[in-house]
Each structure stands twice: as structure tokens, then as C-alpha cells.
């Protein structure tokens, strides 16, 4: 535990904050609508899952307290099934659709509203570096955090992979949190989108239509949420029959990070039951994890469990491997090969979608754009991989790309133009989070329980 302690020592205050660093942190206040961030205050006006908690990150530079709050407020919204909702309608906000009114949870969800689905759960991984700042001080507050932890963690087994294939699966687009990825285009051809109707959306009031999904993706997603509501969210039901159910590289990435991360903690604060279930759900995640492999793509693509059938591109959500925990050193050195051949063919990387490929679109959302949050989580394994040089390279970008075009939602990996909405919370904090807390990547000492990627390297 002795580099989470050093991180203590690095504390600022928002005085302390100049710059860059002090706009960022003025985009988190500003978006701040007390216990709970915004993304956007425009677009996206209430609480996202896993916004919510890689904002806490960039608080936590300044305000650990209101670091906690996020995390917390966050998970009081917790179901009484163990998930944790995608979206928290904490008020009233008709500017937003779908609205508490499309997904229907108001009897599910205990007050405010939410979604019916959920989100990357990247949290425990935020919550153990909250906790490593000052491990004294924020004990109490992780402890109770922990059995929350523990239950969403095992609802993703439960309900998204009830046969034990040990890779969970995803059954929206949205809950991938890569909204329009085009590895979602041929799972998603084959749902009936006949009883739609119309509606109004409200994003392409905000933010240019092409930069946004396609009317025919929109009429899928609102045909899931359907599918979702009319069974009252019954993850057996949706399990069974739910015609889009895919387990992609990005989801199941950050729920084996953050099992590892739960076990670290969970150990740390003597809650040995936690940290036993986190483990055995660990192993069935890790073996599992290999059937996302493909040979002929070359990385870690999206499952269609329904076809049994594999993407044909590489996503930004491939590289999270090496963020989940040790990718054995070959396909690791092949992993960075190709990573190193993507960042020669754009100007900033790391692109959402294989630049080289037919659907690759550099502005359109998940179809290309690069995203600030999604770098700092590829560095991060890429650090503990020992490829120091290219997570370097990606810090820089992501910097460089903020400079150029201020905190976007994201950004344009041929140009640098950012897209999207504005004074964006989660680019705010990972630009301040990277920059205060550079040195201190490799953070957990996690890698050792299943072996160092950095011993296996040398
Ligand atoms: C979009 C993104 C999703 C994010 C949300 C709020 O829907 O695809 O990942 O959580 O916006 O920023």
C-alpha cells in the first residue's frame, strides 16, 4: 500500500489551481448541482452513471469531499435488484428525451427516476483511488460503499450472464456507454422497429445532426427501451429475449478492473466476504474474457451472443484489456503494434473506431471521436503493461486536443476539432485528474493477483 499513501501528499487546494487546470475545475462547479454533476449542462442535465463517477476523480483533486458526495449519491440510487442506473432524474427536466416517461421505472426505481439500464461500472476503480489519497481519513466512507459495490458487481453476473458464459452482456447500445459504435450496427439490424412511432429527439436540437446517431440507429434504441419497459425491466425476460444482446471488450474491461479494485479494497478494510465473492465472480470474468478474442481482426472485438458471431474492427474499447488487468505479454506487444499503427494514421489518437476501416467516421460520435476519459483508462493499462512511451504519447494528445479545442464532449482525431457538447464534466476532470496525479498511474498493486504484466514482460 505504500504508493497509495504517497498520493496523500499531493493535496491542492482551488486557489492552488491555475489555468487550464483551474478552468477544469470551474467546469465541474459550474456543472455541480449540489451531491451530483451534470455532464453538460445543456445536453445532458442530469446525473450519468459513469460520468458521475470518473468526475469524482477531478474533484478529488481539490474537494474530496465532494468527491465522496458524487460517488455516493451516485449509488444511493442503487435498485433493489443491485443495479446501478445509467441516468438519475433527480428533477424535472423536459428538455431531455427519453425521460422518466419512456423508460417507465417510476415503480422500480425508488425516488428520483432513472433509466432501466445501466452503465460501465468504472466506480469501484474511482472509489479505491478516493480511498488510497488518505486511506485513514476515508475508511468510513468506503466501507459503506463496498457491499453497494459487491451487489452491482454481482448483478452484472446474475442478469446479464445468467448461463455463466463469464462475459456479461449489454442489451441497449446506451449501456455500453459507446452509444453508436458500429459494432452495433448488425446486432441492431435485426430488431423490428415497426411500433416506434414518432418522436421528437432533443439531442439534434443541441449539437449538429452529424455529429450525432443516425434517425434509423435513434428508432432502434427507442425499440429496445420498448422492449425494456413492456416487460417492466425483468433482466430474466430480457435475458432470454432481448433481440440485441452483445458482450463487447469496453464493459466487460472495466468490470474486471473494478472486481480487481473491489478485492483491493475490500481486503484492505477487512470485509473478507466481499472480497471473496469479488474474487471467484474475477476468475469467471478473466477466462470468459477470452472469448472476446479474434484471431482474424487481430485484438478484442464485440460477441453477438445471439449469433455467436464477432465484430470485424478493433474499437477503442479493445485496448481496455490492458486496463482490465495482465494481458499475456505476445498479444500485449501486438496490441501496442497496432495501437502505435492507429496513432500514425490520425492526428490525435486514440480514434473511438479503427481509423482504417470502411465505417470509421471522424466526427460522428462513437464512430471515430476520440474521448478523453477512454484515454486516460487505456494509458493507465497501458502503463501497467510497461508501454510508458505510447501512454505518454496519449497524454499528450489528449492535452493537446483540449488546448486546441477547449473541454469538449469529445474531439476530432484527424483535425482536432471538438464535437459535441461543451464545457464537458468528464473531460474537465480527467484533463485535471492526469495532470495532478501523473506519476501515480499505476496505483494498485492489483496486477499481483494474478501475476505482474510487468514481471511477465521483463
Ligand atoms: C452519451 C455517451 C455516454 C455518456 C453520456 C453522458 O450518451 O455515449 O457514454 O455517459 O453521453 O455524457
Known amino acids: 500500500m505504500s504508493q497509495m499513501s504517497q498520493m496523500s501528499q499531493m493535496r491542492l487546494s482551488l486557489d492552488q489551481l491555475t489555468g487550464t487546470n483551474r478552468r477544469a475545475a470551474d467546469i465541474l462547479l459550474g456543472n455541480d448541482r449540489g451531491g451530483y454533476t451534470v455532464p453538460s449542462a445543456k445536453l445532458y442535465p442530469f446525473q450519468w452513471n459513469w460520468d458521475s463517477a470518473l468526475v469524482a476523480l477531478g474533484f478529488s483533486v481539490f474537494d474530496s469531499d465532494r468527491a465522496w458526495q458524487e460517488v455516493e449519491s451516485l449509488l444511493s440510487a442503487q ?28 415503480d422500480i426505481a425508488k425516488t428520483p427516476p432513472t433509466s432501466g439500464i445501466t452503465q460501465p461500472p468504472v466506480a469501484a476503480t474511482v472509489i479505491e483511488r478516493l480511498l488510497a489519497e488518505d486511506i485513514d481519513a476515508h475508511r468510513d466512507r468506503a466501507a459503506k460503499l463496498l457491499p453497494k459495490l459487491d451487489r452491482w458487481h454481482q448483478w452484472f453476473l446474475d442478469a446479464r450472464d445468467p448461463d455463466g458464459r463469464g462475459v456479461v452482456a449489454i442489451m441497449h447500445p446506451w449501456e ?38 443516425k434517425n434509423d440507429d435513434y428508432d432502434h434504441y427507442m425499440a429496445l427501451v420498448r422492449f425494456g419497459r413492456d416487460c417492466n425491466w425483468n433482466t430474466d425476460h430480457i435475458a432470454r429475449n432481448c ?65 455467436d458471431e464477432h465484430a470485424t474492427g478493433l474499437t477503442s474499447g479493445s485496448w481496455l484489456a490492458m486496463f482490465a488487468g495482465p494481458v499475456e505479454p505476445a498479444r500485449a506487444t501486438k496490441m501496442a503494434a497496432t495501437l502505435t499503427y492507429w496513432l500514425s494514421q490520425v492526428k490525435h489518437g486514440v480514434p473511438s473506431f479503427d ?60 483535425t482536432g476539432r471538438g464535437g459535441g457538447g461543451t464545457d464537458f464534466s468528464w473531460t474537465a476532470s480527467m484533463s485535471l485528474y492526469w495532470a495532478a496525479r501523473p506519476e501515480t498511474l499505476p496505483i494498485t498493486p492489483h496486477l499481483s493477483q494474478t501475476g505482474t504484466a510487468d514481471q511477465e514482460n521483463t
Open 355 to 414: 481509423p482504417n476501416h470502411e465505417l470509421f467516421d471522424s466526427i460522428r460520435y462513437w464512430r471515430g471521436p476520440v474521448w478523453a476519459m477512454i484515454n486516460w483508462m487505456i494509458a493507465t493499462g497501458l502503463i501497467e503493461h510497461g508501454e510508458t512511451d505510447l501512454a505518454d504519447r496519449i497524454r499528450r494528445d489528449t492535452q493537446a486536443l483540449i488546448d486546441q479545442s477547449d473541454f469538449r464532449e469529445y474531439f476530432c482525431p484527424v
Open 79 to 106: 435498485w433493489d435488484n443491485g443495479m446501478v442506473p445509467h441516468i438519475i432524474f433527480w428533477k424535472e427536466e423536459k428538455s431531455y428525451f427519453p425521460g422518466p416517461e419512456q423508460w417507465g421505472t417510476t
Open 176 to 213: 455500453s456507454g459507446r452509444d453508436n459504435l458500429p459494432d452495433w450496427d448488425r446486432p441492431l439490424s435485426f430488431i423490428d422497429t415497426t411500433g416506434v412511432g414518432t418522436y421528437h429527439r432533443r439531442d439534434t436540437d443541441i449539437v449538429n445532426k452529424d455529429e450525432r446517431p
Open 243 to 307: 433481440p440485441f444482446w452483445v458482450a463487447e471488450p469496453g464493459m466487460n474491461a472495466i468490470l474486471r478492473r473494478a472486481e480487481r479494485d473491489l478485492i483491493n479494497m475490500a481486503t484492505l478494510l477487512g470485509q473478507d466476504d466481499i472480497a471473496a465473492r469479488a474474487t471467484a465472480r474475477l476468475a469467471r470474468l478473466d477466462a470468459g474474457f477470452e472469448q472476446l478474442w479474434s484471431e482474424t481482426v487481430g485484438g478484442y472485438v464485440t460477441l453477438d451472443l445471439r449469433r
